[in-house]
């Protein structure tokens, strides 16, 4: 009687053993699979954002230079109002997504928001550069974060 009680008794200890180290397997994947998931997402919102940015920086280099030539300006005007509009999705997700990322994510935009209105010629190339260099630091801090 008291070897069939331990024989029921280890049954029951095992297969409960069992189920919990199911359950912890199963949690560690979809732990493991949520990751994957974020990590994937914030990828592609960096992605996105960068290329947002240099279709913005390119849009207001076209359309300061016609401005500072005096020439006619307003389609390069209308399309740069879409570019930066193109921004906004974007920079959402990546400071939703990668709050750590988020300071130089907005740097990046404030940089390429900061090529209207130049003085001239030199003014203009060196905010693009400094767009370009924010853009930069945000790749940059977008791969320390994934690091």
Do not use: N
Not at 23 to 44: D, I, P
Not at 74 to 97: C, F, G, K, Y
Not at 133 to 142: E, F, I, K, N
């Amino acid at each position: 009687m008291l070897t069939a009680l331990i024989a029921v008794l280890g049954t029951l200890a095992g297969s409960l053993l069992t189920g919990v180290l199911q359950h912890a397997s199963q949690r560690a994947t979809r732990r493991a699979e949520a990751a994957e998931r974020a990590a994937s997402e914030g990828l592609a919102a960096v992605a996105e954002l960068v290329a947002a940015l240099a279709d913005h920086r390119r849009a207001m280099w076209v359309r300061e230079d016609l401005r500072l030539k005096g020439e006619d300006w307003s389609e390069a005007r209308a399309e740069s109002h879409r570019t930066r509009s193109a921004i906004t999705v974007p920079l959402l997700r990546v400071q939703m997504l990668m709050p750590s990322v988020a300071t130089a994510a907005r740097a990046a935009a404030d940089a390429t928001y900061a090529m209207r209105g130049a003085d001239g010629a030199t003014p203009l190339a060196g905010r693009r550069e400094m767009a370009i260099s924010a853009t930069d630091a945000l790749v940059t801090a977008a791969g320390r974060h994934f690091a």
